[in-house]
């Protein structure tokens, strides 16, 4: 069985850092993408970064960008996202999400399996 379990969220002061991990089980996912989602209350889920099978190519949203690092260790199947400067607007549940293809995308419906979720909420 699959599983996708998030961890590192919490409360953060803007301007700090929050180092999510979200490591998997069941499988071996080192020849997916990985991407990094998110979804505030009352707002629609929104991508937030993506990385290809071997870490060559990174994909970030408009409004994390310059901010943000995803990175992932195939070692440990695990995929991490740096959260460096962060803002109030950054607070939502993360979730990771990886499967199906290689390339890293910004689309949701190119990713098989989904962590539960992990609360970031950055106070002002």
């Known amino acids: 069985q699959v599983q996708l379990v998030e961890s590192g969220g919490g409360l953060v002061q803007a301007g700090g850092s929050l180092r999510l991990s979200c490591a998997a089980s069941g499988r071996t996912f080192s020849d997916f993408a990985w991407g990094w989602f998110r979804q505030a209350p009352g707002k629609e889920r929104e991508f937030v970064a993506a990385i290809n099978w071997n870490g060559g190519t990174t994909l970030y949203g408009d409004s994390v960008q310059g901010r943000f690092t995803i990175s992932r260790d195939n070692a440990k199947n695990t995929v991490y996202l740096q959260m460096n400067m962060p803002k109030p607007e950054d607070t939502a549940v993360y979730y990771c999400?990886?499967?199906?293809?290689?390339?890293?995308?910004?689309?949701?419906?190119?990713?098989?399996?989904w962590g539960q979720g992990t609360q970031a909420t950055v106070s002002s």
């Open positions: 999400a990886t499967g199906i293809y290689s390339s890293a995308s910004l689309n949701p419906s190119l990713y098989a399996y």
